[in-house]
């Protein structure tokens, strides 16, 4: 079985393959963390968080950069879910506008800010898959969902960016 699926590892390669990911992989989830769930400036304490998960639960991931990335995602999500209700009264009480200007490259924030538009699934998918380089296979395992799931959220993804940004599909 190939994928983000458990396989049997020593706890010696396990803290290996953890200092590796640290060493090379680790910025790019952080970046794809923080804008699939829109949260960057908490992206690397989840990560960290999912990271912990490895070391502490026995996961045996294969394709660690992918498991890191979901779980993440998924606890970013739950603690924004515990916390909706505070947020939305707050938001009742003072209507700040958000500003947050973007720098870098136009044409990088161009796409990053239309991908953090596109809807979850949408969104999820098209970081694991162009951002962080993950197989269909491997994300439709990783979210519990179809392989044609996949698909068609890439397709709506790049369909949705493509029309934003004023370019043609490829």
Known sequence: MSGIGAAPVS???????IREFVGSEYP?????????TGQPDVAEDAVQDALIKV?????RPRRLAAWVTVVAINIL???HRRSRAE????????????????SGVPE???VLEAVDRLPDGQRVAVLLHYYLDAAVADIATALGVSE?????QLHRGRR???????EEET
Do not use: Q
């Open 11 to 17: 706890p010696v390669d396990v803290e290996a393959a």
């Open 28 to 36: 790019r989830v952080v970046a794809a963390v923080g804008h699939a």
């Open 55 to 59: 070391l502490e639960d026995g996961h």
């Open 77 to 79: 999500r739950a603690r």
């Open 87 to 102: 947020e939305r009264a707050t938001r009742r009480m003072e209507h700040a506008p958000a500003d947050d200007a973007a």
């Open 108 to 110: 990088r924030v161009a």
């Open 148 to 152: 044609g799931t996949v698909k068609t």
């Open 160 to 166: 949705a960016l493509a029309a934003v940004l004023g």
